[in-house]
């Protein structure tokens, strides 16, 4: 099983600032990531996949990058709703999660 | 617009056999991949299965023995059977749906919490 692991687990950021999360696999998906938002109560949301593709109407301050074992989800100026926890998930070899980082007003 | 909503009962028996449906619409269920994941309260996401319109299907290797994926296309809907539930399969389930076997989850369900007690 490939394991995902997301780091940092918790990060504290202002509105209007950058925000930059890590998601590592423990072998090589290529490109066959995405990412997702979640806010309470709700069902996850894609945001990108195929590592650096934007989902439909996602927009542009979302962006992701990273190829192999290393990857990162830019949001580049945080709007108050993007505040909530974020998963990252291979599809390479069938389907694993990240823990999520939750993302925090600071 | 495509829809999914999740049925089924919210408290399930342990050792007993936990069902649920997802009814698709705005969309034919054809031609796409749905999958069932879950959520145990607090925590993270784990892939339970998937199945192609078509009745083939592939399972998470750590519940590939309980687990049973169907379709009936005629009602646009597909359901999952958990059989032999303890406590540790209390979560929220998820249906969603995929374009191909290698891309994200552009659908989902809004979930339900199904709670395995006696």
């Known amino acids: 099983e490939i394991v995902m692991t997301q780091s940092p687990a918790t990060l504290s950021v202002s509105p209007g600032e950058r925000a930059t999360l890590s998601c590592r696999a423990s072998q090589s998906v290529s490109s066959n990531l995405a990412w997702y938002q979640q806010k309470p109560g709700q069902a996850p949301r894609l945001l990108i996949y195929?590592?650096?593709t934007r989902a439909t109407g996602i927009p542009a301050r979302f962006s992701g990058s990273g190829s192999g074992t290393e990857f990162t989800l830019t949001i580049s100026s945080l709007q108050p709703e993007d505040f909530a926890v974020y998963y990252c998930q291979q599809y390479y070899s069938w389907y694993t999660f990240g823990q999520g980082t939750k993302l925090e007003i600071k | 617009q495509v829809q999914l909503q999740e049925s089924g009962p919210g408290l399930v028996k342990p050792s007993e056999t936990l069902s649920l449906t997802c009814i698709v619409s705005g969309g034919s269920i054809s031609s796409y991949y749905w999958s069932w994941i879950r959520q145990p309260p607090g925590k993270g996401l784990e892939w339970i299965g998937y199945?192609?319109?078509?009745?083939?299907?592939n399972y998470n290797p750590s519940l590939k023995s309980r687990v049973t994926i169907s379709v009936d296309t005629s009602k646009n809907q597909f359901s999952l059977r958990l059989s032999s539930v303890t406590a540790a399969d209390t979560a929220v389930y998820f249906c969603a749906r995929s374009v191909s076997q290698v891309s994200g989850y552009d659908y989902w369900g809004q979930g339900t919490l199904v709670t395995v007690s006696s």
């Open positions: 195929g590592a650096s």
């Open positions: 199945m192609y319109h078509s009745g083939s299907t």
